[in-house]
């Protein structure tokens, strides 16, 4: 991980409240590893928001790294309204990654929200190491859909579900991933979203495996401050930005 | 220029210090900047048995500051000897054991352990994360006066005592504490602080208040160093929102003779090296041959 | 939406008041806001004797706050009467007479002279900013009980107590008021705190301290009213950074009957029109009935 | 007085960190009188800095009002960061105004470094009035001067000196003024500029009427939060934002 400021190259809406931010860096194109994100200082003067803002890397293509976003509060805002040219400090690459040593395998992903993001630089490694990629995407409503073609390209199947079935199934993201897993045709699952949609998952007691990133409200995001502690099994404590933000969904309280 | 700052009989290279909590065990700082450039690093508050912390969310962010509750999570004094000090050790600064107790004994039994090992222990009398020990225990000036005491007793190195804002009058303690035989004191910890999330009305720390730090209590622990300083002869560590220099600088013309940095390292880790220079450059500028000439050399 | 709160069978059309000291006795910001937007208004701090301050420089800025040293600057008791307050009784709000006394006999001649004339009293026994009186007396419960319980004999009216967050613990200070008769209570005045001009080395304020108020202030200032409320039966109203209808509303969750607002009419004279609008929109959103509902109301 | 959002006509620097704004409004272009000054909300969002800046209206121009300032600190800082088409929020005309009901008379107006910019507006409104004014104007060097020409077409004469001689006199201004100056010549005098220039106006103890425009850390601006005190005689207390900016000089403390 190195402090780097990076110059934005482009930083455009693409759905609602939904953004995407681009800037070259070689140093984390070359170390980028899907699942790992960046904690941003959007503005070194403000003290308000005070803290960076954590956002996982969504993909990288050549020297230039994508991240995704959706406006929520006061940092988000505030980096959508950066344009390109100007600056931001970026701290990263951070966390651990999805496990992707795989090779001509099986493998489900399911990704709900601003989850989805760090999935297309997941998908792409998968595919590149030769597997078969189904990936479930789940979003509100046909407005806030985005880069749907992107999975498209990439994946072998996309399945798409809207709570209001303005595009795709209707319904939980989960439900449509229920009825589409057996143990024969998946080997491994990953899932990014928010804690409701994790946690049905993990409910699912799956009979395979299943990696989960999560999030944690974070101070430091390289494992310093244990502000991001997440309970593991046997009273273990983990921290989410140092030994995840990937973990085993079995192995971790999803609360 | 020389930055150099004794306390207590140890030379510190500098006056900056990596502020208990924030910093870890300096293993992960020191990946992005060189743990070298302190003038001495506090550990993250060490208990004597392994300890979980408080449950989420332990975090969150206010005007100015933030709210934290990580409630002493640490891998407890054992570990810290075996597995974080021989690494702290490799650099050239001081280090400083952050010790918290729920007893008396149990200060004095950490105190034993690990005053040989570093340069200074800071007594922990003000975590306002813990339901025992920590701010219950430094808020009575008595006890703090007894914990001292007893520590002083059994350490083998210097012992600062580190004091909470969040009483009347924070001279009480400090007093309390030089009388007992403290090397110095350092302030100021959070102070006690909630916010509530009003979609959810849940309060934003699971554990309700939690402290808080930032520059947001900056002025509040400015008026405290002074006022501690006014009262007692020995150095006093000064910290709470420091930024940069210039907010290092009012610390100490405000007292300290040395300052800690806190919430600043999650959001600027170079803040070290600036503020380091930072100094320098106004010692020269404003005609200074050292930074002990500044140490509480207000104007009134 | 019924925004209208209720304090001592004084009905209030809306909680939102402003702090005394940030909104003189009305008159200038009357020209810029309508005040019967108000619930209510505390005026300037008024004394015995007109009081000509504190020397300059008064105020300063800090991040995410001002530190003021005004000093009780107001023009006695009698000029109130018969210059400010006929103005301010034109509008359709109630009026709450901030009364600041160096003495408890002090503070009674106040009471008897303002009381029957005014909707309801402050008696402020936490200003940091002079030698005696103020905070002086309001850090000590058996001062708060013995001063209230004298003011409440004499008053013709509702007395509030300011209280002072420069203590351990304000909840005694809070339960003395109560037992004292208070009719409610007010917090939080400013937090005692300092800043330093580093080319100066001067203070920036001349009495080297002063009183820290603004948004760095608001979770210390939610956290007191939310021990308050747990301690005493007596309305609360909270301040202490308030800058918008959330802020207002957090306060009101953690146990706020009524809200004051005051750095912030410094910066948004309008803040009074959006927090009401605000809570009412709130209120509809979360299908609350009344905002009498929210108070208190925070899920643990 | 009015809350105003006004939209940012030109900010452009004039000088080694001086700049001169100018946004439209009827409101107070017709309101305006010489020595008002405005309180400016640079950013509704910003906690840090929290307050409004207090600055004088230079002058206006039809519908068009000029503030000039120099950057000090942060609010200025961010305010010469503004570009023409974004929003300020001012609040104004606020305080009194040089007594300018003379006409047919000498009058000498001495200015140091930003105290410069409220004579504009006085300058050109005694000219108006017919009378013959003498402008005395202090900078620190060649580099920091400002809106020279524009007082050269306006006054009867232009004096100017600076500190290092670089251009017109070299020296302190009020030496060149009480060269200057004499009973007979000169019937009142205005000056504005900062606290040392104006304390040894004072200390001239002129035979004639002197006013001078002061500064106070200002909170409210319109008279209510009691920050901005000045001393007058007989323990008198006056406030500079209400009962000011224009005092007579003898008739209060200059520290
Ligand atoms: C490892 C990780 C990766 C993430 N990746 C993405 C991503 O790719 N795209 C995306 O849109 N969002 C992502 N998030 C969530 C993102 O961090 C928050 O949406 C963002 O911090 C909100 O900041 P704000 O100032 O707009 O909101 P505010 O609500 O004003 O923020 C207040 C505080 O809460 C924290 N916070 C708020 N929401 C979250 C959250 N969901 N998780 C963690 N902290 C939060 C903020 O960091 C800040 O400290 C990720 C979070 C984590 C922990
Ligand atoms: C009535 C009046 C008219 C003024 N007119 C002008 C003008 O036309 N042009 C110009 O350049 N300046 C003028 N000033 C000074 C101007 O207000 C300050 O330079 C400005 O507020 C500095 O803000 P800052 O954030 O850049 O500086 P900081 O130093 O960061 O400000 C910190 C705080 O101090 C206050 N402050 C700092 N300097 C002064 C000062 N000299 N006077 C009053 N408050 C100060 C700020 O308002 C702020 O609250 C005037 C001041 C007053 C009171
Ligand atoms: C996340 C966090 C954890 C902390 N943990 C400790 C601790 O273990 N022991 C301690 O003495 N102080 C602890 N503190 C307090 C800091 O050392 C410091 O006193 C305080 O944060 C004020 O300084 P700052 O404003 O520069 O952060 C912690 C602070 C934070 C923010
Ligand atoms: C300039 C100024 C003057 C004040 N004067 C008084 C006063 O006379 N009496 C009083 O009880 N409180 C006084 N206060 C305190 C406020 O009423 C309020 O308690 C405090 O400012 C916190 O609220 P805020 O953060 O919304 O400003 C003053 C505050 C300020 C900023
Ligand atoms: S954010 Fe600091 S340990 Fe994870
Ligand atoms: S600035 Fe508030 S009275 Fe002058």
Do not use: W
């Not at chain 1, 199947?157 to 045709?185: A, H, Q, R």
């Not at chain 1, 273990?236 to 609360?255: A, K, L, R, T, W």
């Not at chain 2, 070290?272 to 509480?296: D, Q, T």
């Amino acid at each position: 991980m190195k402090l780097l400021d990076v110059e934005i190259e482009e930083n455009v809406k693409i759905a609602n409240d939904i953004f995407l931010l681009s800037f070259e860096s070689e140093y984390l194109a070359e170390n980028f590893k899907p699942g790992n994100f960046v904690n941003i200082l959007i503005d070194k003067e403000s003290i308000y928001p005070l803290l960076r803002r954590p956002l996982s890397i969504s993909f990288v293509e050549g020297k230039r790294v994508y991240i995704g976003y959706k406006v929520v509060g006061k940092g988000t805002k505030l980096l959508s309204q950066k344009s390109k040219g100007e600056t931001i400090d970026v701290l990263g690459p951070l966390g651990n990654s999805f496990l992707t040593d795989i090779s001509d395998e099986n493998v489900a992903i399911i990704g709900g929200g601003v989850g989805i993001f760090p999935l297309v630089g997941l998908c792409k490694e998968l595919k590149n190491k030769g597997n078969r990629v189904d990936i479930f995407l789940g979003f509100r409503d046909s407005n806030s859909m985005f880069l749907v073609e992107k999975f498209k390209d990439i994946c072998d199947n996309t399945l798409i579900s809207t709570d209001d079935g303005s595009c795709g199934y209707k319904g939980n993201v989960v439900d449509i991933f229920k009825n589409n897993f057996s143990k024969e045709k998946y080997k491994v699952v990953f899932c990014c979203g928010p804690k409701p949609m994790l946690k049905a998952i993990k409910n699912l007691k799956l009979p395979v495996k299943c990696y989960a990133s999560l999030e944690e409200k974070m101070a430091c995001g390289i494992g310093a401050c244990l502000c991001c502690s997440i309970k593991g099994k046997d009273d273990n404590v983990y921290h989410v930005c140092s030994d995840g933000p990937v973990f085993d969904i079995m192995e971790v309280e999803i609360e | 220029m020389n930055l150099e700052v004794e306390i207590a009989g140890i030379k510190l290279k500098n006056p900056v210090i990596a502020a208990s909590g924030t910093f870890g065990f300096g293993r992960e700082f020191s990946k992005l900047i060189d743990l070298n450039l302190f003038g001495g690093i506090s550990t993250k508050g060490i208990t004597l048995k392994k300890r979980t912390g408080n449950p989420q969310p332990r975090l969150c962010e206010v005007y100015g500051g933030i709210i934290n509750s990580v409630g002493l999570e640490n891998p407890g004094v054992e570990a810290f000897v075996n597995d974080e000090l021989p690494f702290l050790r490799k650099f050239d600064t001081k280090i400083i054991a952050n010790i918290n107790g729920f007893s008396k004994e149990e200060f004095m039994d950490l105190a034993k352990i690990v005053s040989p090992l570093v340069d200074m222990i800071e007594v922990n009398l003000s975590c306002p994360n813990v339901k025992e020990g920590g701010m219950v225990f430094g808020k009575d000036p008595n006890k703090v006066y007894e914990i001292t005491k007893e520590v002083k007793k059994v350490s083998a190195c210097p012992v600062i005592v580190k004091l909470t804002p969040n009483v009347t009058d924070i001279t009480q303690l400090a007093v309390a504490a030089e009388k007992a035989g403290a090397d110095a004191i350092s302030l100021i910890n959070t102070i006690s602080a909630m916010a509530i999330d009003i979609e959810t009305r849940k309060p934003l720390i699971k554990m309700v208040t939690g402290g808080l730090s930032g520059p947001a209590i900056k002025p509040i622990a400015v008026r405290m160093v002074y006022e501690c300083f006014k009262k007692v002869k020995i150095p006093i560590i000064g910290m709470g929102g420091i930024m940069n220099h210039k907010d290092a600088i009012e610390f100490i013309i405000a007292g300290a003779t040395a300052i800690q940095i806190g919430t600043v390292n999650f959001i600027n880790p170079n803040a070290v090296y600036e503020i380091k220079e930072g100094i320098e450059a106004y010692l020269e500028i404003m005609g200074f041959n050292s930074i002990r000439e500044l140490v509480g050399n207000i104007n009134i």
